[in-house]
């Protein structure tokens, strides 16, 4: 799907954040719509999280509207039970079950507070592959991390992707709360490690005002240094630094964005962030969660606008400038993952 070549839409041997632990309990199964299949989640009774495929082979009723009994879902339709591992456990209206009578059980995996899930080929399934908590300065000493919100957009995956990889938007859009006029100013270096692709700008002299001078208790001259780690195909890392010119660090947060589609042109956006500074001071958290939501609302506005536009043009094309160096990168990453897919 454009912006993407035509037929691809996202790789699927990938982990991908499902949802929060938070969300998940042995009581109530919870839908979930990923790369464009159902999901059920839940937990079994000794609280491992479960992804069992959504959508009962019965009748196709939701399998989240299920009854969990032990560590098995009871479709709440006609009571066909699915244990864990996918496998029909009972047909009530008959004793003989058929080997086909099954769902899809999916890897998933939890680390911090969120849900990772692998909807490709399970035998590939590797948490190796896990974007590293530790870098991600979610789980390192010294930070406090935030599980802040979640929504689902009606736009295609790649919308959200090129709005994080391109963040001169945050002069324009942003420009009450987080963007300054030098960010969009400011040349993007962009370079490539094995893990991620960053988009990197460093802002020599900045005087900080407003929401940055709020949290970090500090309103004077700073030298800015943002970055924007994409670990393809599913999360973003933002890091916004700031020191005093020339000498110490006065504080840096990191905003983590977990883009998963839901489908080809719907897409559930996970964000979290983390801190280094006045880690204990619950007024800050306050803060920061209410400009977030703020400046998400304007991203998820922005994004459903542009997929309105697009769906009403029949030939859509874009005019590309030198910032958009790191978001045609990653869209080119996106696309060598889905083409190496179908090459093996
Ligand atoms: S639809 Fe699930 S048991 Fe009939
Ligand atoms: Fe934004």
Known sequence: MWPLQPGYDYPRNQWYVAGWSHELNNQTPVERWILGEPVALYRDEAGTPIALEGRCP???????????????????????????????????????????????????????????????????????????????????????????????????????????????????????????????????????????????RFIPGETLTGFFAEVLGYDGPVERLVLIDFYAPSVHVALESFRKPGGEVIGEFRVHHAVTPAGPDRTNYFLAWSRNFATDNSQVTDIMNTVFEGVIQQDVDATHAIEQMIRR?????????????????????????????RTA
């Open 58 to 200: 019965h009748r196709n009723y939701p399998l989240a509207r299920s009854i969990i009994r032990g560590n098995a879902l009871e479709c709440g339709y006609h009571g066909f039970t699915f244990g864990p591992d996918g496998a029909c456990v009972r047909i009530p209206s008959q004793v003989t079950i058929p080997a086909v009578c099954r769902v899809k059980a999916f890897p998933l995996v939890e680390k911090w507070q969120w849900l990772w899930i692998w909807m490709g080929d399970p035998a590939l399934a590797d948490p190796a592959m896990i974007p590293d908590h530790d870098e991600m300065k979610i789980t390192s000493p010294g930070w406090l991390a935030v599980a802040a919100l979640d929504r689902v957009l009606e736009c295609r995956p790649q919308l959200l992707h090129e709005n994080l990889t391109d963040i001169s938007h945050l002069s324009f859009l942003h420009a009450a709360t987080i963007g300054t006029e030098a960010v969009a100013a400011t040349k993007v270096e962009v370079t490539q490690t094995d893990r991620y692709l960053r988009g990197s």
């Open 313 to 341: 043009t029949p030939n859509p094309t874009e005019l590309l400038v030198r910032a958009d160096e790191h978001s045609i990168k990653g869209r080119r990453w996106i696309e060598e993952l889905i083409a190496a897919e």
